[in-house]
């Protein structure tokens, strides 16, 4: 069984947003394209979003004076605007909602719980007899790279869609980190 993980779309990654990264909005749109013409060939499509706590660092995560390596702007505060999903993300295909990074400094979807259930997203895919990943989304060094070795870690098999992903700093290596521990990148 094969699921669709689509991490951290949301308005403060994209442009215009507290911590924009270049071609969000643009990998947003091609998503959307990209459930339009295949959503039916996942057996689960699932979504992760950043959902900080507004009155802390969430655990030295963010700052006023940010690196942007690992300290970053405030951004993902839960409840916000910033927090929701990209207006141009077709959020009707979405079946699983994952938030992470409540007080603290979370990069990887592992990390996080189903907003419905309070389940982890490793348990929600074991539950749905999920095995194959196709991992897309923002930002390609951060929280997609993550997210995709901790699902190797965690013996699934990995996809990440290079088209479908954008990075914060270009050139930094991270898809072919995902390739040297066995994922796959299309
Ligand atoms: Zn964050």
Not at 50 to 64: A, F, K, L, T, V
Not at 140 to 145: G, L, Q, S, Y
Not at 146 to 151: M, N, R, S
């Amino acid at each position: 069984m094969k699921a669709l993980i689509i991490v951290e779309e949301q308005v403060d990654f994209c442009e215009g947003g507290s911590l924009a990264v270049n071609g969000g909005v643009e990998v947003v749109k091609k998503t959307t394209e990209f459930l339009t013409e295949n959503a039916g060939n996942y057996d689960l499509i699932l979504a992760t979003r950043d959902w900080h706590e507004p009155d802390n660092s969430n655990g030295g995560h963010i700052s006023d004076s940010p690196d942007y390596v690992d300290t970053w702007p405030t951004h993902c505060v839960q409840g916000t605007p910033g927090a929701e999903y990209h207006p141009n993300l077709d959020t009707g295909f979405i079946q699983v909602h994952i938030i992470k990074g409540m007080g603290r400094s979370d990069y990887s979807g592992f990390q996080g719980v189903d907003l419905e259930s309070g389940k982890s997203l490793d348990d929600i895919l074991k539950v749905n007899g999920i095995s194959q990943l196709d991992i897309i989304g923002i930002a390609e060094d951060h929280c997609v790279r993550a997210t995709a070795i901790d699902g190797l870690d965690l013996g699934y098999k990995v996809r990440v869609f290079k088209d479908l992903t954008t990075p914060v700093t270009p050139g930094t290596g991270a898809l072919e980190e995902v390739a040297s521990k066995g994922g796959l990148i299309i």
